[in-house]
């Protein structure tokens, strides 16, 4: 019986930090997580994957910094056999759906300045340009310049109010 090549969205598990990383490599401009880095953002529930047919196609991590209520895409790739699939742009809708629903204003993202296809996929879903970058080795390999762009989200007051509370815990905690 022939697996349905429906795309689906799910958690990342422990189980997909290899070939997460393996995307991770091979797609995203050189970027460099790492298993290390990306089996700590699939454990606090970060990582949303992609997968089509049963094989993972693509995936993204999404940080929070809620003193600014703002969450940061920190990484999306699609394998380049699923490309033009629609599957990174359900992973970034699927990104700013999440950042909505935990009450988060804004959703910023760096893009190699290269890379013009996927600018003008984010500035078509609704991020304006902040600024250009040069990031430090560890992320571009090749220390490329960078645009960091950022998209103004519209969540509900209830949910900017629990992100509010959640942060005062937090602080209190700390101190």
């Known amino acids: 019986m022939e697996q349905s090549r429906a ?4 958690p990342g598990l422990v189980g997909d930090t290899d070939a997460i990383a393996e995307i991770d490599m091979a797609e ?11 089996a700590g953002f699939i454990r606090n529930e970060n ?6 047919g049963g094989e993972i196609a693509g995936f993204c991590v999404l ?15 699609v394998l ?8 990174g742009r359900t992973l970034l809708e699927a990104a700013e ?11 910023q993202l760096h893009v190699r300045a290269d890379n013009k296809r996927a600018i003008d996929i984010y500035r078509r879903s609704g991020f304006r340009r902040l600024w250009r970058i040069r990031r430090k080795p560890e992320i571009y390999l090749d220390e ?14 209830k949910q900017l109010t629990d992100t509010l509370s959640a942060f005062m815990r937090l602080l209190r905690l700390r101190s």
């Open 97 to 107: 759906r999440e950042a909505t629903n935990r009450g988060y204003r804004s959703l």
């Open 47 to 52: 990582v949303i994957v992609a997968e089509v």
């Open 80 to 87: 380049v056999n699923f490309a033009r699939q629609g599957v």
């Open 7 to 10: 795309l689906v969205l799910r």
């Open 63 to 77: 940080l929070y910094r809620p003193e600014r209520l703002m969450a940061v895409l920190e990484a999306i790739a």
């Open 144 to 157: 490329i310049v960078a645009i960091r762009m950022r998209k103004r989200l519209r969540p509900s007051d």
């Open 28 to 38: 995203l401009r050189a970027e460099k997580l790492g298993p290390g880095k990306l």
